[in-house]
């Protein structure tokens, strides 16, 4: 998807990236890293951002989202601060995320399964 076609919208996205909304900043750094082809620029630092423990989810002790977990695996980058959760989270038996029906597959498989590809990168490591 990246090349000129879509460069318009970088002005819009990249000041998405500075929004309150970790859902704008999600989409935001993922446009990003399609409309520029360049991951490391914006994308890994938001992404980053969105996963580690602390901050925002420090209060509600949430998981982190699991298509920002999802996209930094494929990317092959892990967080250090998120190694010591990706077991908790591989293999965790409850519910960690609310289920909700109405929106696709549970986002507890979606974290699991990322949280599972994390981890088998760093085994190949």
Not at 84 to 101: G, K, N, T, V, Y
């Given at each position: 998807?990246?090349?000129?076609?879509?460069?318009?919208?970088?002005?819009?996205?990249?000041?998405?990236?500075?929004?309150?909304?970790?859902?704008?900043?999600?989409?935001?750094a993922q446009?990003?890293?399609?409309?520029?082809?360049?991951?490391?620029?914006?994308?890994?630092?938001?992404?980053?951002?969105?996963?580690?423990?602390?901050?925002?989810?420090?209060?509600?002790?949430?998981?982190?989202?699991?298509?920002a977990?999802?996209?930094?695996?494929?990317?092959?980058?892990?967080?250090?601060?998120?190694?010591?959760?990706?077991?908790?989270?591989?293999?965790?038996?409850?519910?960690?995320?609310?289920?909700?029906?109405?929106?696709?597959?549970?986002?507890?498989?979606?974290?699991?399964a990322?949280?599972?590809?994390h981890?088998?990168?760093?085994?190949?490591?």
């Open positions: 998807m990246h090349g000129t076609r879509w460069r318009p919208l970088l002005p819009r996205v990249e000041a998405s990236l500075r929004e309150p909304a970790p859902a704008t900043r999600l989409w935001a446009a990003h890293r399609r409309i520029t082809g360049d991951p490391y620029a914006r994308c890994v630092p938001v992404l980053t951002d969105l996963v580690r423990p602390g901050g925002e989810r420090a209060a509600h002790d949430t998981p982190p989202p699991p298509s977990l999802a996209t930094l695996a494929e990317l092959g980058v892990t967080p250090d601060e998120i190694r010591p959760h990706l077991r908790a989270w591989a293999d965790s038996e409850r519910r960690i995320i609310p289920c909700d029906a109405r929106h696709g597959p549970p986002e507890d498989d979606l974290l699991r990322a949280a599972r590809a981890l088998s990168l760093l085994a190949d490591r």
